[in-house]
């Protein structure tokens, strides 16, 4: 089934447009890579398919609702149970340690305080992790506060998880190593992602290719279904 | 690659016959082009020639050609002189993706380079997919993993050369024709 549709997306920021008409489909446990040169829309499109920003043209919808007129309230609880978001910069709670930040969006939820606990041990296992449980970000490497960021992604078992740039602040190894393993337990769950890129080597995690250029779909670029040049549908 | 040093390698873990040198060289080397028995036997018998190796002769109750081979202490020298000594970091600017688009741009336009371009992007995406899927498959060992590093860092570095002489073909080609 698909999850999430996008139809004719359209997005500026005062003059400046970021997208312009974007049509997209995100299946269930679909693995999609969204790769654009820097300033090409792609995290602009992530963040209105995840219903972060409201789109100023065209729709989004989830799993046949349309998301786009809903409130932000409404819309934050969708964010909450079911979609996870991965950063950069893992953003994790600097006083809290990492299994405090694991249970964070469980707690949010409504989970009871041992059984989040319970729950974040196992996630930050899951992602090799599980040495750091009692530790603050401060002291962990940049490779352990992503896998940490990952599994507060994973631990609410969302059906979509956004993920923008989750290697870039990464060495090579470390950021392979988060991504090896976030591909695997979102297919293990069935969990679709949406990658956002703009390296080649992070892409071919994917099943899937949407390239941006210029706030729109780039039909000559890197998508294996793509015409081969000059083509257009 | 250097088949003579592979194969002196190969030997300094202990005395091989041919076709036990060719499985070595599999294994170890699980995604390189295959290595052909004929080039297995005809380097040994050159390394043999130089002194190299040694034959410790065929034992003639079973197969076409069951002679073992031995490291010498000249073949050990050898092996070490190439162990310590750097190759030289690409002494030249050569590869059929660069020959092909400086060819494309003499003999016909910027719209053929940028078809060739887009093309082989596709091709080296395609195989940096496979390549990815191979070394995160569970059953990857770590053999899988490194071979396929190697190949993935190339691709990438290909791709991006193709990305930013996709933006650069035009003016390349105005120089080109100027």
Same mark, same amino acid.
């Given at each position: 089934?698909?999850?999430?549709?996008?139809?004719?997306?359209?997005?500026?920021?005062?003059?400046?447009?970021?997208?312009?008409?974007?049509?997209? +489909?995100?299946?269930?446990?679909?693995?999609?890579? /969204?790769?654009?040169?820097?300033?090409?829309?792609?995290?602009?499109?992530?963040?209105?398919?995840?219903?972060?920003?409201?789109?100023?043209?065209?729709?989004?919808?989830?799993?046949?609702?349309?998301?786009?007129?809903?409130?932000?309230?409404?819309?934050?609880?969708?964010?909450?149970?079911?979609?996870?978001?991965?950063?950069?910069?893992?953003?994790?709670?600097?006083?809290?340690? #990492? #299994?405090?930040?694991?249970?964070?969006?469980?707690?949010?939820?409504?989970?009871?305080?041992?059984?989040?606990?319970?729950?974040?041990?196992?996630? $930050?296992?899951?992602?090799?992790?599980?040495?750091? @449980?009692?530790?603050?970000?401060?002291?962990?490497?940049?490779?352990?506060?992503?896998?940490?960021?990952?599994?507060?992604?994973?631990? !609410?078992?969302?059906?979509?998880?956004?993920?923008?740039?989750?290697?870039?602040?990464?060495?090579?190894?470390?950021?392979?190593?988060?991504?090896?393993?976030?591909?695997?337990? %979102?297919?293990?769950?069935?969990?679709?992602?949406?990658?956002?890129?703009? &390296?080649?080597?992070? #892409?071919?995690? @994917?099943?899937? &290719?949407?390239?941006?250029?210029?706030?729109?779909?780039?039909? !000559?670029?890197?998508?294996?279904? %793509?015409?081969? @040049?000059?083509?257009?549908? | =690659?250097?088949?003579?040093?592979?194969?002196?390698?190969?030997?300094?873990?202990? !005395? =091989?016959?041919?076709?036990?040198?060719?499985?070595?060289?599999?294994?170890?080397?699980?995604?390189?082009?295959? $290595?052909?028995?004929?080039? /297995?036997?005809?380097?040994?018998?050159?390394?043999?020639? +130089?002194?190299?190796?040694?034959?410790?002769?065929?034992?003639?109750?079973?197969?076409?050609?069951?002679?073992?081979?031995?490291?010498?202490?000249?073949?050990?020298?050898?092996?070490?002189?190439?162990?310590?000594?750097?190759?030289?970091?690409?002494?030249?600017?050569?590869?059929?993706?660069?020959?092909?688009?400086?060819?494309?741009?003499?003999?016909?336009?910027?719209?053929?380079?940028?078809?060739?371009?887009?093309?082989?992007?596709?091709?080296?995406?395609?195989?940096?997919?496979?390549?990815?899927?191979?070394?995160?498959?569970?059953?990857?060992?770590?053999?899988? /993993?490194?071979?396929?590093?190697?190949?993935?860092?190339?691709?990438?570095?290909?791709?991006?050369?193709?990305?930013?002489?996709?933006?650069?073909?035009?003016?390349? *080609?105005? &120089?080109? *024709?100027?």
């Amino acid at each position: 089934m698909t999850q999430l549709q996008a139809r004719g997306l359209v997005k500026s920021y005062g003059p400046t447009p970021a997208l312009r008409g974007i049509t997209v +489909d995100i299946g269930e446990g679909e693995i999609v890579a /969204v790769t654009a040169p820097s300033g090409c829309g792609k995290s602009t499109l992530l963040h209105c398919l995840a219903g972060i920003l409201r789109p100023d043209a065209g729709e989004v919808s989830w799993r046949g609702h349309r998301l786009d007129t809903w409130s932000e309230a409404a819309r934050s609880r969708l964010r909450r149970t079911e979609f996870g978001v991965l950063f950069q910069f893992g953003q994790l709670v600097a006083e809290l340690t #990492a #299994a405090e930040n694991v249970a964070l969006p469980l707690l949010l939820a409504g989970t009871g305080r041992r059984a989040a606990r319970t729950a974040a041990l196992t996630w $930050l296992d899951r992602l090799g992790v599980a040495d750091c @449980a009692d530790v603050r970000p401060g002291e962990m490497s940049g490779g352990q506060q992503q896998r940490c960021a990952t599994a507060r992604a994973l631990v !609410t078992e969302p059906r979509v998880l956004f993920a923008d740039e989750p290697t870039g602040a990464l060495d090579t190894l470390a950021g392979e190593q988060v991504l090896t393993q976030l591909v695997r337990l %979102a297919r293990e769950q069935h969990t679709s992602v949406v990658l956002v890129t703009h &390296e080649p080597r992070i #892409a071919a995690y @994917a099943d899937r &290719e949407v390239v941006l250029r210029d706030g729109v779909i780039d039909h !000559t670029g890197l998508g294996l279904d %793509a015409p081969l @040049a000059g083509g257009s549908r | =690659m250097s088949t003579p040093h592979l194969l002196l390698g190969l030997l300094a873990t202990g !005395t =091989m016959h041919g076709y036990e040198l060719k499985r070595a060289h599999d294994s170890r080397l699980p995604q390189a082009r295959p $290595l052909a028995f004929g080039q /297995v036997y005809a380097t040994l018998g050159r390394l043999q020639r +130089d002194g190299l190796v040694a034959s410790t002769g065929p034992e003639r109750l079973a197969g076409p050609d069951r002679t073992a081979y031995t490291l010498t202490e000249q073949g050990r020298a050898t092996l070490d002189q190439w162990l310590s000594s750097v190759e030289p970091p690409m002494p030249y600017v050569n590869s059929p993706l660069f020959t092909k688009v400086v060819v494309a741009l003499l003999v016909a336009d910027v719209d053929r380079a940028r078809a060739y371009l887009v093309a082989q992007r596709r091709a080296h995406t395609e195989r940096l997919r496979e390549l990815t899927a191979l070394k995160t498959a569970p059953s990857a060992t770590v053999d899988d /993993v490194v071979a396929a590093d190697y190949a993935i860092a190339h691709l990438d570095a290909d791709l991006r050369w193709l990305h930013t002489t996709l933006d650069r073909v035009a003016d390349w *080609h105005r &120089e080109v *024709h100027s």
